[in-house]
């Protein structure tokens, strides 16, 4: 009996791995549209400054531009004429442009409303969201140093003209002292698991949703199977259909273990992903396998043809990636997105994985593990027996 | 060897076996013999288990298939309508596939595999993978699947269907190398001429029944002892004019724009059709003239050719 499932399961195993579209599909594209999305969101493990170009002169503007500078966020450049500043963002020369006013101190000081222009790159995403938070953050510094200021000289009560020199110079002293505009030091440490960076989610991310891609390929390998009539010569023979079901399954569960598996040595290498702990890593890793032949067996069970199998697959797919985090982090779905995200294996995958890269011992992953068994075992339940009726048929 | 019993399959409400009966000598080549849609590849379908028959029995060397369903398994080589065979695999690949399912390994497997090849003339091309092959060249290695584990009774479902004549020669003769080897085979098709050729026995199945059986002489005996003549005709003639045709005739069929007319001496009756035909003012597209066959077996019980 094992015999006969390992000589159906051999063949299958074989077979994809001789297929050089599986190859293309299931390796080379997640590692390349890792590095794609990964570098498209600024995922590097260093930041990359922008160049930020910057209309304004005096100190406050001196100050600004060395904030960024020293942040290394930025390349700062400035900018004369004000007219420019959109022009520069337009044509790709500057990721931001900031149009400080003129005479900015006096108006400063006096309190007079302050207008500063941000010209923003819609395509900079974070990292010009960060700037942008930069510039509002060295404002508020500003603001404070003002309101500072102020209480001094109300505090300020001279007795002579000298004494009123003497405690001007005093206060100019002291603000000049204490009153440095201060970088913010913006560094980056890797620790692993959700922390260490885009590359290491999407890693992940991509990893769980070809896998399940795969698997559904898998299965429309089943349908074709049935149209081309090799089914029904092995059920002629001593294999009976629980016993192809079973190797058929088996067969899905390894590919996808191999699939992962290489994906994620891969993806060490290139990218310097931590996956974690081997031992915390291979359970989840042979579940999300298991869930994703499960998920292989709902399709096959619910397509009729292979058109219809590669349609359903695809949409599916998207659409629990979308949901689960494979698109995008769960933590930027609204709420109800993420409560839906319970039903996709991705989201149980990818915080399990998470997970794992961080602690071997965090009981979720157990949690994880056993959600995705049970979708594993629902859906080959489920395909095994639509399949069977099919076969009878 | 093979006894096929009141055999029933329903498919919801649809009959695709209809009280089968028919019995298979050892060592004989049966033939069953029907149109595309008349029940042959269902009643493989049962005696290959691969499906179960809603009522009748079928025993195989004794042994019942739904009982004993994995002792006949290993009885029975299976030859399907389709090539059952995987493209990506090469063709001594695809032996050893088939062959491991039947519990054959190591060096008898490989020995095995190779005498098939040689068997079907494909061992040079052993190691080809089998999507490159002609449709003859599949058909040789499907045999081929089903001959690996040396099964006492093979069944060949329409080998022949869709392959040039030279492949569709090697297959016939293949076929009669392995009955002369002592193999039994049920073999169905659509091709008189090959049921003609290959056949000890033949059974005619129609809309799931059989209508008749019997060796091919007992078949002729059947036509009679007249002969057709088909005629193709432009426009369907009248209801009058083909009760003068049967005046001439001994028996006239109508499908269409088509007759056959039976005649005992078709040479000598043509002329007096012609001129009959000439009268109605009917023009004769194509005209045949054929010596009893299973064919005109076919069309006098059925009204209808094989191939319609």
Same mark, same amino acid.
């Given at each position: ?92 020369? =500057?990721?931001?442009? $900031?149009?400080?006013? %003129? +005479?900015?101190? !006096?108006?400063? #000081?006096?309190?007079? *409303? /302050? ?103 898998? =299965?429309?390998?089943? $349908?074709?199977?049935? %149209? +081309?009539?090799? !089914?029904?010569? #092995?059920?002629?023979? *001593? /294999? ?122 965090? *009981? ?30 | ?308």
């Amino acid at each position: 009996m094992i015999n006969l499932i390992l000589t159906v399961t051999w063949r299958d195993v074989v077979a994809q791995l001789r297929s050089r579209s599986f190859m293309v599909f299931t390796l080379l594209l997640p590692i390349v549209l890792t590095l794609i999305i990964g570098n498209a969101i600024g995922g590097t493990t260093d930041f990359k400054p922008l160049p930020v170009a910057v209309v304004g002169t005096g100190e406050i503007a001196n100050g600004l531009k060395k904030l960024l500078a020293d942040t290394k966020t930025a390349v700062v450049f400035t900018l004369a004429d004000a007219s420019q500043a959109e022009t520069m963002v337009r044509i790709g020369k =500057a990721t931001m442009s $900031i149009v400080l006013p %003129e +005479r900015l101190e !006096i108006k400063f #000081l006096r309190n007079d *409303p /302050l207008n500063i222009e941000v010209y923003l790159d819609p395509t900079s995403h974070q990292r010009g969201e960060l700037i942008k938070q930069l510039v509002q953050g060295y404002m508020q510094q500003l603001e404070a140093a003002r309101a500072a200021l102020l209480g001094s000289v109300q505090a300020i009560a001279p007795a002579t003209a000298a004494d009123l020199q003497n405690t001007l110079l005093a206060v100019r002293t002291k603000i000049e002292k204490q009153y440095q505009i201060a970088a913010v030091n913006l560094e980056q440490k890797e620790a692993g698991g959700r922390s260490q960076g885009i590359f290491a989610y999407y890693a992940v991310a991509f990893g769980v949703m070809f896998t399940l891609l795969s698997a559904t390929n898998g =299965a429309g390998g089943v $349908i074709d199977e049935l %149209e +081309r009539g090799t !089914i029904h010569r #092995l059920l002629a023979s *001593p /294999l009976t259909p629980t016993l192809l079901l079973v190797s058929k399954f088996i067969a899905l569960w390894i590919l996808g273990v191999w699939q992962l598996g290489v994906f994620a040595v891969f993806s060490s290498i290139i990218y310097g992903v931590s996956w974690g702990s081997p031992l915390a890593v291979l359970p989840v890793l042979l579940a999300t396998a298991a869930a994703a032949a499960g998920f292989g067996g709902i399709i096959l069970g619910i397509s009729r043809s292979r058109e219809q199998l590669n349609t359903l697959s695809l949409v599916f797919v998207l659409v629990m990636s979308l949901l689960g985090g494979s698109m995008w982090p769960l933590e930027t779905l609204p709420a109800a997105a993420q409560m839906l995200s319970k039903l996709t294996y991705n989201r149980w995958s990818i915080e399990a994985f998470q997970l794992a890269a961080v602690s071997s011992s965090d *009981p979720q992953i157990l949690i994880a593990i056993a959600v995705l068994s049970a979708m594993a075992i629902v859906g080959v339940c489920f395909g095994s027996m639509q399949l069977a009726r099919r076969m009878a048929r | 060897m093979l006894i096929v019993e009141h055999l029933q399959k329903r498919y919801g409400s649809f009959t695709a076996v209809h009280d089968v009966s028919f019995h298979v000598q050892a060592g004989e080549v049966y033939g069953l013999l029907g149109p595309n849609g008349a029940g042959k590849s269902s009643t493989i379908r049962v005696l290959s288990c691969l499906a179960k028959p809603d009522s009748g029995s079928v025993r195989i060397n004794g042994m019942d298939i739904v009982r004993e369903q994995g002792k006949v398994k290993r009885t029975i080589g299976i030859v399907p309508q389709d090539f059952a065979l995987y493209d990506d695999f090469s063709a001594r690949e695809n032996l050893i596939f088939f062959g491991r399912l039947y519990g054959i390994s190591g060096r008898e497997l490989k020995i095995r595999a190779d005498e098939l090849l040689e068997a079907v003339g494909l061992l040079e091309r052993g190691n080809e993978a089998v999507g490159t092959f002609s449709g003859g060249m599949k058909r040789r290695i499907n045999i081929a699947a089903g001959l690996m584990h040396k099964p006492k009774m093979l069944y060949l479902d329409e080998p022949t269907v869709g392959i040039d004549p030279q492949s569709r020669r090697n297959i016939l003769d293949l076929v009669k190398t392995l009955n002369a080897g002592g193999l039994t085979v049920l073999y169905t098709t659509h091709y008189m001429e090959e049921a003609e050729e290959l056949c000890h026995r033949i059974g005619v199945i129609d809309q799931g029944k059989i209508i008749a059986e019997g060796t091919l002489s007992e078949m002729r005996s059947m036509a009679g002892e007249t002969a057709p003549i088909r005629l193709e005709l432009r426009d369907n003639l009248s209801k009058p004019q083909l009760e003068q045709l049967r005046t001439i005739a001994e028996e006239v069929i109508t499908q269409d724009k088509t007759i056959t007319l039976f005649t005992r001496d078709p040479k000598t009756a043509l002329s007096g059709i012609l001129q009959m035909l000439a009268d109605f003012g009917a023009h004769v597209h194509h005209l045949e003239l054929d010596e009893p066959d299973l064919e005109t077996v076919f069309l006098k019980l059925t009204g209808r050719r094989l191939r319609d």
